[in-house]
């Protein structure tokens, strides 16, 4: 074949969607879109590369043709999805140093533009750190859980979509899924507490799983609630929906701000930290953990932060949907504003609240939470069956 | 099956769980200093408490007697970090009991100015911990805040933040400089309004309060025998202030209230410390208000014999952490030949079981926090 | 049953002339303004100090110390009450070769710390002590470090 021209092989005006394999159906994917191209980038010029060493080898065919595209593309369509998770991530990390001490009445870092560097700078300080294990854990438990906590919740970062176009799965039951990857954290934390033969931990571990079965309820009635009003656990179908008629946040006003303190509980935030309690836990179930997986854990605590910021606002604020507006441009930068939004009144209760006892979240769970969500879920039913929505 | 359905109490009562040590310190978060407190928890309630002191013990009082008298000074300093004035004052006043010297009008004021912007110093740096304990960083910067103004005071007195070095047996160091009662004034009104930022933050809020509150109750009758003294007590009903009951310097010339609360649980401990502050602020106001009428020239020191007559002598005072007592024994020479110091911590502390017991794990640092942890004069 | 009277807040004159008419061995040396000074034999310092406690409502016990006298101890005690801020001081003399003393413990539980650091750095035995442990140093000392003969380095 006369392939000579690296043109021949880079085909960058090619839709993804008319690939054969595209894996999302009908739907546009803005960043598939982005790492096809960027497929057809490096891997034209390497299947390029090839053939001029060995003109009409198969390798550089197979690498063009529809099927690997699609599976290079995926990789890098990850690590794209990823990226973006994790500098949304390090950018609530930012946000919370920097309100935190203006609330505090002292600077926040001071490192690097505007102290965003700093996060880089302990990036690389807990990645220098020696990595301790103590001697007598159960180590492979000690290492699986933690892997599975951070696994888990970077998965269920990556997996809450920005907008309509920039998404990794368009599940019908999105909402759940993402709720049940988002809920299982603690039963690891309850484990690792085990495995780290160590009274903090082990006690830390339990506060866990009390602070689970204390909000978990109630949570899941506020998300049934919200794909009542909506009719559908579809995340898109939910924020269409709102378009439609008004942001949640006003027929479940109760529902919402039980919400936000049960997923400040989700995500292990300041007041309802008890599993870390570091005044008396010393660091809860993380006190055995060092070096770099201390960093990712404190790391994983900020991602699930972001997803219960961005559930909030996918459930109540309209999602990425602007009311009278639409889409937009740019859907993803309002998203994220609305969840940077949430995340800052997290960062505000923590300023000015303190510590709750772990017998005082189990009465807040099931004797404050338990009956607003109920109220919340029989006012929906109301204006339901009203006719409002 | 029938037969397993035994009642639950029954299986409770045939479950044996086991009481579990936890040892926190002397590296935690929650021992401002070195010090541990074994917990014994059955789940998360207390059942049981001990501490452990002394990994700073520098053997103090043997120290000194190693020491002429003015040199024991700065030594007194360091006993406790964050109430150095009154510990130097209660030393320069058991010296000047032993010599049976009466010193000038204007060093009393003084050394009430001085130990007041001490009290509260040293219940900021309490306030601060209390934050820290009960999980708001906030108030502990906050707290911290102000505090740095009454250590700016101490500079414009004497010229050190800390460690004071500021009594002298027979007065003061220095008189005071010109601009200091327009400084203090200033400082004390200052701090009056901005005291009540943090009291929106602390007892306006729910979850502070009830952290507090109902926890850790003491009774009369328990606070008196186990010999707990200062603002804990008083929180529990007893009502009874050294400065007020058993003057010493010039507080009996001083108008001031003793807050008592009957409470007895953790938040009295702690309204007991805020009222306080407010207090020594009027103290402050006072004295400052004697100290200008004496006029520029009176004096502030007086000359004093290096060596002290044979005897012993004992004075006590205020600490803003309770009663702190000095006993000295001279033999007639220029060097102490036994000084004992009664810290009000060390007595504080060792009622951590009673406090503790019956409390959840979660409350210990809240309520440990309410003796205002020293280890320098605890274990000394 | 104790039917004695009980004296809230007694002044300076009264504690003394209480103190000497029940027990003939205290000897009150001298008296301040809210001061008392008594010296006691030490078999009966627990007795004394009950009446002190129970009668003349001497609720507060601020310190118990130890003194080393090279020919003799003594035990210091200092109580307190919570009504006119009236301190009795009791001594109590102890010889070298058998220093032990009644604890007080049973009548304030506060005393508890200080018998146990005014043993452990003077070597003076509180009998019926509930926890006669070493406090401040480590459980290793043989020797009791505040006593005289404990030279400090540096002190000749």
Known sequence: ????????????????????????????????????????????????????????????????????????????????????????????????????????????????????????ADGLKTFMKENTIPGKV???????????????????????????????????TGLLIIMAFFALAPFFILVSGWAQNNKYSLIGGMRAAELMISYEVPMLIMIGTTALLAGSFNIGDIIDAQYETVWYIVPQIIGCITFFFAATAESERLPFDIAEAEAELVEGWQTEYAGMKWGLIMLADYFRGYVACAMFAIMYLGGWMLPGIGDGPIPEIVFLLKTWFVFFLMILVRAALARVRPDQILNIGWKVFMPLSVINLAIVLLLKVGGVF | MADSLVPVKEIEEKMETDKMWVIMGPQHPFSHGLWTLKVQIDGEIVTDAEPIVGYLHRGWEKETENRTYPKVIPMADRLCYAASMTYTHLYCMTVEKALGIDIPEKAKYIRIVADEVCRIQSHLMWLAAVGTDLGNLTVFLWAMREREFFLDLNVKLCGARMTTNYPRIGGVRNDVTELFDRDILRTVDRFEKAMWDIIALMDESSIIVSRMKGVSYLTREQVANLGMTGPAMRGCGVDFDIRRDDPYDNYDKIDFEVPVLTEGDSYARYMIRIEEMFQSCDII?????????????????????????????????????????????????????????RSPIFVNVSTSKAMCQGCRIADVPAILAQIDMCLGETDR | MDTEAVYQAPSEDEVKALLTEKFPEVEVTRTEVRRVYAKLPREKVLEVCRYIHDNLTFEHCSTVIGVDYVDHMTVVYHLSNYYNGLMIELSADIPNDDPHVESVTCVWEGANWHERETWELFGIVFDNHPKLERLLTPKTYEFYPFRKSYKLRGSE
């Open chain 1, 1 to 120: 074949m006369a392939y000579s021209s690296i043109l021949n092989w880079i085909d960058f005006y090619q839709n993804p969607m008319s690939n054969a394999y595209y894996p999302f159906g009908d739907i546009y994917n803005l960043p598939f879109d982005i790492s096809y191209k960027l497929w057809e980038l490096i891997g034209g010029t390497i299947a390029w590369l090839i053939n001029l060493i060995f003109p009409g080898n198969p390798v550089s065919i197979w690498l063009m043709d529809d099927a690997a595209c699609t599976l290079f593309a995926l990789i890098i369509f990850m690590l794209i999805i990823f990226i973006v998770v994790f500098v949304c991530t390090l950018i609530s990390l930012w946000m919370e140093r920097k309100f935190l001490g203006r609330m505090m009445d002292r600077r926040g870092t001071m490192v690097g533009m505007k102290g965003f560097l700093q996060c880089v």
């Open chain 2, 285 to 341: 106001r006072q004295a400052v208000a004697k100290v200008r009428a004496l006029g520029k020239n009176a004096p502030y020191r007086i000359k004093t014999p290096t060596k002290v007559p044979a005897g012993t002598s004992f004075c006590r005072l205020e600490d803003p952490r309770g009663e702190s007592l000095m006993y000295l024994v001279s033999d007639g020479s220029d060097k102490p030949y036994r000084l004992k110091v």
């Open chain 1, 138 to 172: 159960d180590k492979m438990t000690y290492m699986w859980t933690v892997s599975l906590v951070i696994g888990v919740s970077v998965l269920v970062a990556c997996m809450v979509p920005l907008s309509d176009r920039w998404f990794v799965v368009n599940y019908d």
